[in-house]
C-alpha cells in the first residue's frame, strides 16, 4: 500500500475537485508512490499528533484540516505549522488534508451532524455551481454504442438519482485527410461521408480526465472531435450545509439541550429565542455566518453552526434561531466519519483514530 493508494481511496469519499478555491487540500507533505505503515486519522495536523503517528507506527497523517494554508517562506521551527511541517519531513510522514472538499461532500461534515442529531430527509443548503460538464462528440453509427457503454462504465450519464443518461442525434459526417493522416474509415485524400450518431452525455466535473481518457481509447477516429461546456443544472449531492428534519417538532430550549448533549458542548451561544417549535433544521461545519441569508431562505426554523460574530446574531430577526456550538465542536465527528469509511475500504490495514483532542478552545 502506497500513499496514493490512501488518497485514491479518500478522493472517491469527497474529490479535491469540489474544495473551495481558496483551500489548500490534498498532499501536503510527503510523496505520494512511499510506502505506507499506517495511517493516523486527525482533525489537525500538530506537533503532538505527528508525535503520536510517530509512536504508532503511522507514516501518513490524513487531516481534516491543512497544516499550510498559505505559502511558507521559510522553514526554520519559529512558528508551529513550520515545526509540524520540519518534524513530519524528518521521520518520513505524509499529510494529506481534504477540508472543503469534505465540507461539499454528499456524505461529509454537515451530513455527519445530521446524523448525530438524528436528522431526516436531507438536502443540501448551498449547491456548489458548475460541478456539472457535458461532452458532446461523434461516433460512427456502429461504434455508438461500445463508445457510449465505456463512458457510462467510468461514470458519465449520472443526473441526480438517474443513471446511464444520454442524448443521441443521428446525422451524416464528413471529413478528409491530407498526406500525414491514417484514417481508420475512408482514405486519405478523399472527402468520405459517415452516417454518425452526436451523443450527448453529462458527467461530474472530477471526472473530466477519466472521460477524455475513456473517449479517445474507445472511439475509432485518428481525430476525436468533441466539446465540453459546463452546465447550469444544480447538483443536489454537492454543497456547503445541509438541511433536515426532525420526525416531530420540539421546543426551542428541547432542542439547545439536545445539541449541547448531541454534539458534547458545553455553552450554545444562540440568538433570541422566539418560542416556536423547531422542525426543519441547517446545519455547516465552521465557520457558517456566509450561509445564514441561505438558511432563512430554506425557511428552517433553526440554523446549527460555529464562529458567528455578534452581529451576526441580529440577522437572526426573529425568524430563525441560530446557535453557535463551537468550530472545533461541529466538526469534532469528522475524523471518526474519515476513519469508518477508511476501515470500511481498506479492512485489513492500520487505520488508526488520533486520541488527541486538538481543539485550541477552552472552557472554564
Same mark, same amino acid.
Given at each position: ?200 452525455? %453529462? +458527467?461530474? #466535473? ?7 481518457? $475513456? *473517449?479517445?481509447? !474507445?472511439?475509432?477516429?485518428?481525430? /476525436? ?19 433536515? %428534519? +426532525?420526525? #416531530? ?7 439547545? $439541550? *439536545?445539541?449541547? !448533549?448531541?454534539?458534547?458542548?458545553? /455553552? ?97
Amino acid at each position: 500500500m502506497i500513499v496514493q493508494d490512501i488518497i485514491s481511496h479518500i478522493e472517491e469519499l469527497c474529490p479535491i475537485a469540489y474544495a473551495e478555491d481558496f483551500d489548500n487540500v490534498g498532499l501536503l507533505v510527503g510523496n505520494n508512490k512511499q510506502e505506507v505503515s499506517g495511517v493516523l486519522i486527525s482533525l489537525d495536523t500538530l506537533e503532538n499528533v505527528v508525535d503520536e503517528a510517530i509512536e504508532k507506527n503511522c507514516n501518513m497523517i490524513v487531516s481534516f484540516h491543512p497544516i499550510i494554508f498559505s505559502g511558507l517562506k521559510k522553514i526554520t521551527g519559529k512558528t508551529y505549522v513550520e515545526r509540524v511541517v520540519l518534524k513530519a519531513i524528518k521521520h518520513d510522514i505524509a499529510i494529506y488534508a481534504m477540508h472543503t472538499a469534505l465540507d461539499n461532500s454528499w456524505n461529509g461534515v454537515s451530513d455527519r451532524i445530521c446524523y448525530e442529531l438524528g436528522l431526516t430527509d436531507k438536502s443540501i443548503l448551498i449547491p456548489q455551481k458548475g460541478t456539472i460538464k457535458k461532452l458532446v462528440t461523434f461516433v460512427p453509427k456502429k461504434n455508438a454504442e461500445a463508445v457510449r457503454n465505456a463512458l457510462f462504465a467510468v461514470g458519465a450519464g449520472s443526473i441526480g438519482n438517474y443513471e446511464n443518461c444520454s442524448f443521441n442525434v443521428e446525422g451524416l459526417g464528413s471529413f478528409q485527410g491530407n498526406e500525414a493522416s491514417n484514417p481508420t474509415i475512408g482514405k486519405k485524400g478523399e472527402t468520405h461521408f459517415e452516417e454518425e450518431i452526436q451523443l450527448g452525455i %453529462t +458527467f461530474a #466535473k472530477h471526472l473530466e480526465g477519466k472521460i477524455i481518457k $475513456t *473517449l479517445h481509447e !474507445t472511439h475509432p477516429y485518428e481525430e /476525436v472531435a468533441y466539446e465540453i461546456t459546463t452546465l447550469e443544472n444544480t447538483n443536489q449531492h454537492i454543497g456547503m450545509g445541509m438541511i433536515g %428534519t +426532525f420526525k #416531530k417538532p420540539i421546543s426551542e430550549m428541547h432542542f439547545i $439541550t *439536545l445539541l449541547k !448533549t448531541k454534539m458534547q458542548v458545553p /455553552v450554545i451561544r444562540h440568538s433570541e429565542l422566539s418560542g416556536k417549535m423547531i422542525h426543519k433544521i441547517a446545519v455547516l461545519g465552521g465557520s457558517g455566518s456566509f450561509a445564514i441569508e441561505n438558511a432563512k431562505r430554506a425557511g428552517v426554523d433553526a440554523y446549527v453552526t460555529a464562529d458567528l460574530k455578534y452581529h451576526d446574531f441580529y440577522k437572526a430577526e426573529n425568524t430563525i434561531l441560530l446557535a453557535d456550538i463551537g468550530h472545533y465542536e461541529s466538526e469534532q465527528y469528522t475524523k471518526n466519519l474519515l476513519f469508518e469509511y477508511l476501515t470500511k475500504k481498506i479492512p485489513n490495514f492500520a487505520i488508526i483514530l488520533s486520541a488527541e483532542n486538538t481543539n485550541p478552545i477552552k472552557y472554564s
